[in-house]
């Protein structure tokens, strides 16, 4: 395609379309709604089906069906939608369903200013369900990184059979960029892994823990069962403790165990610096330029800005905040981030946030100040 | 090769877990009966069942099964039949799912997906402790209405026909040709529902003091009638959605490619804000406009912010145009600012007070500015639109800015709307820009 001026939310379509999404299903809500237009001009075209549904609790509900029967699948809303998305989720993850799951933020609480952009759902993203177990959250910082980081979001989301979240904000979503899709360096596509056809099925088996189990379509070689209900590896109802506990330690070994190689972080460090910035999506931009110009004053800054923000990149904040005295962790919204980083920072760091959910963007200026990089 | 299968329940993990006299046991052994009956392959059928009594029963069939969460069972099967719509796709679910997935309900009758539904009634909860449902008779006794219920029953079957279900029955378990009726509903290509009455042992029979013969009385007192109840085919969903897709016309019109043919003139980030009202093209003006600049080897981005009521009130857009990659998205101090209407001033005025002497104003000479410290540059912005094409207004302006300002050069601007825009509307768009460069250049010599 070459050069195009292109908003987030088109990139998103076009990073599914590209990893082989099928099925799309959405209900509209600003400012994701253009998501739900793109896949429907795009999918049915090449023979995939997108719908909008009665209400956000159909749109996941039908994107659960069809992933189960093999698709490839999305489902795009914005915070209040993910509320109601909520109880499926937690669905997704006790059925080990892959899907990918768009969230442009917007201001809120509730419906907020529905036009305006903010990062207030990183914990909510995290801790959307009952249960408590881990989810992959992605959050790219441009038009280019989100068309890169939706491909990756499916190839997660097969892997690891689960449900897979791009974290957006409407700054990105409908913010227009100039951006060359075919210039992006995309990994090689990744599809579910699907049990033998020779074999006994078992829905839910896996040897280690953290081992993800192989796949079989509903209506495929197979007799498939799903259940909401606590199950066994053969997706019959279990009451055992030993048997809830053992599936429930797979849910958590199988994301947890790959933080590591899930761990998407942009480096930019200093030798000598005595500071660092943590930060992720739009407000990364921020912090890039802040600093540029921190340096440009003589004072010696690193950036650790994070594209994987759940499972925590454990290993990359702490090996980046060796060293450094204070860290700033802008963020558009009161200060939830920056709780992760709290837990890995010694107490000696000093972690100052730079919050605001005003609506507007926070500005390198800002960063500086509040940050006292002055 | 394939003999015939007796029957599609499974012994496997043991016998139906239904309490003694529960009317689910009669219907899973009535849908085992329509299955052997119609005798489909069973990797070929998905049983979709939710929370309440009645969700127990999937896994009991040697078919596909399918337990989501309470009430949503619908929507799986939706998606299970778009995806693969060769499956035969049936739900099993309780009153209660009807309640807390009433939206559901509506909307595949509506739409007319091709699955079955079939709900086992029994009037309350009996999963919970026998609270009262959305289908508990008026006067019916239950846990949570211990004086009797004040609220009336949904005719499950009448709200299914309204909403455009195409086939509707009902019957109560006891039925002999229950499993027939099954069959009919399994047969249809559209959506079609059972609302199958039976009695809760456990709660609603012994508090309602009810006996087998009296279902079919319920229904009379309740002015309900048996049987069934419509059948009136029309188009299903999924086979209708790929038909129409299929003959849709081919993808739109590929997108033009943008090269970055042209020189430029600018050596850092520069912000400009062009602020009009809904109906004049802004956004467009400034697509056009920032897509020039990238003709022009640069690097754009372009944020709106108009009401969610698009058809009214202000429109104002922020391009940025840098010879590098753009970081921060946001203008704290434009460099140029264009306001082309009484709306997009009124929406600005904050941020053109705040304008300092390097900025340039580009005004409609007819609005009331603010006091600024921007060069302030007054056009007949309305006047020359007007002449050509009211709605080229944000061209004409951004014509004229771009004649004063230089940031690249007018060939590419040209470019730009001759390659993104379809013939009829370029032209207009060319001229506008001609005359909006036409007039600064007079402007200033």
Redesign the interface.
Known sequence: ?????LEGNEAIARGAIRANCN?F?GYPI?PSSSILQHML?RL??SGG?A?Q???E??S????????????KVLTATSGPGISLYS??IG?AIIGETPMVIVNVQRQGPATGS??KGAEGDIQFTRWCTSGGLPVIVLSPATVGEAYELSYHAFNLSERFRVPVFLLTNK?IG?????VDLDAIELPALIERTRAAVDEAYRPHYFDEPSAVPAFS?????????????THDKD???ATNPQVVQEMIDHYAAKVDAAADELALVKRDFQEGADTLIISYG?TS??A??AVREARAKGLKVSALSLQTLYPVPRSALISAIEGVQKIIVPEMNMGQYILEVERLAPASVEVIGVNKMDT??I???EILERGGLQ | MNAVAETFLTDEIGPLPFCPGCGHDRLVKALDKALVELQPDPKKVVIVTDIGCIGLADRYFVTHAFHGLHGRSITYACGLKLARPELTVIVLKGDGGCGIGGAHLLNVARRNIGITLIVANNFNYGMTGGQHSVTTPTDGLTTTTPLGNIEGAMDLCATSIAAGAPWAYRGTGFDRDLGERIADAIRQPGFAMLDIWDMCTAYYLPRNQLKKKDLTGMMERLGLQAGLLADKPRPEYGEQYRQIHAQATQAARPRPEISAKYDHAIDRQIGIVVAGSAGQKIRSAAALFAQAGMFANLEATQKDDYPITVMTGHSVTEIILSPERIDYTAIDSPDYFVVVSGEGLQKSRARIEKLDTSATLYAEESLDLPETNARIVRLPLVATAKKINRLSIGVVALGAMLADSGLFPMDAFNESISTLQRKAIGEVNLQALEAGAAMLRQECV
């Open positions: 395609m070459g050069l195009e001026f099925f299903a600003t001009d049915p075209a089906i719908v549904a009665e209400d609790i159909a996941i509900g039908f994107c659960i069906g069809a992933a189960m029967a093999g698709s109880e499926n669905l529905a036009t700054e409908l913010t227009r960029e100039s379509d509903f209506g495929g070689e197979h007799i498939a069962r799903f259940t909401t209900s997706g019959f109802l739009i931009r921020s890039t330029v507007t963007l500005s390198p200026d």
